[in-house]
């Protein structure tokens, strides 16, 4: 089942999220619902809490993208209670881009290489370091667990500017061609 996405302005974004145990309720039916989700949308990473769920999973299909990235070859993963370790290496300008918040594409800093510990879809506790554009991927989605954005993240001039646009798509004044919950949006008319 497709879900809708929380828009820039959703309070669930800005929740820290809670961990999950074993006992989740129907958390595989959840976990298909946000791949349908993120697949229906053309996404590349999805965390709950843009599906409304302000707890610590996100996922990551960078298997469209194998043929420019070839470290993407096979990258399809869930990450439940992840923890970001450390980061390392001088920070890198990349351009990202956000489900909840169509339209807007920035260059963002980050570190070029990340260590996380999560557990995978079955449970199985992993230690990994990922680096380029994955690293960048996982960073963002991490971030959304953490209730951040990546435009946060931008320098005051930059959401100086963005400022109208990111009220708007609070509002739903937005094309976008998934369904979307906007926090502001007026009822009755569109
Ligand atoms: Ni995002």
Redesign the pocket.
């Known amino acids: 089942m497709v879900l809708p996405v929380t828009a820039y302005g959703h309070p669930v974004l800005r929740k820290v999220a809670k961990e999950i145990d074993k006992d989740y309720p129907r958390l595989d039916e959840f976990i298909e619902n946000m791949f349908e989700t993120m697949y229906h949308s053309d996404?590349i990473?999805?965390?709950a809490p843009?599906v409304n769920k302000s707890i610590r999973i996100f996922i990551i299909d960078a298997t469209p993208y194998q043929d420019e990235m070839p470290e993407a070859e096979g990258f399809k993963k869930v990450f439940l209670n992840p923890t970001i370790v450390e980061e390392e290496g001088d920070e890198k300008m990349m351009s990202?881009?956000?489900?909840?918040?169509p339209g807007i594409r920035e260059d963002v800093s980050r570190p070029p290489k990340v260590h996380i510990q999560y557990y995978d879809r079955d449970w199985n506790f992993r230690d990994e370091w990922y680096e380029g554009m994955l690293a960048r991927i996982i960073q963002?989605?991490y971030?959304?667990l953490e209730g951040t954005?990546?435009t946060d993240k931008l320098s005051t001039m930059r959401k100086t500017m963005l400022r109208t646009r990111l009220s708007n798509i609070s509002k739903g004044k937005v094309d976008v061609d998934y369904k979307m919950i906007f926090p502001f949006e007026k009822k009755g008319k569109k």
Do not use: P, T, V
Not at 96 to 101: M, R, T
């Open positions: 996404g990473g999805l965390a843009q990202e881009g956000c489900l909840s918040i963002h989605e971030d959304h954005l990546f």
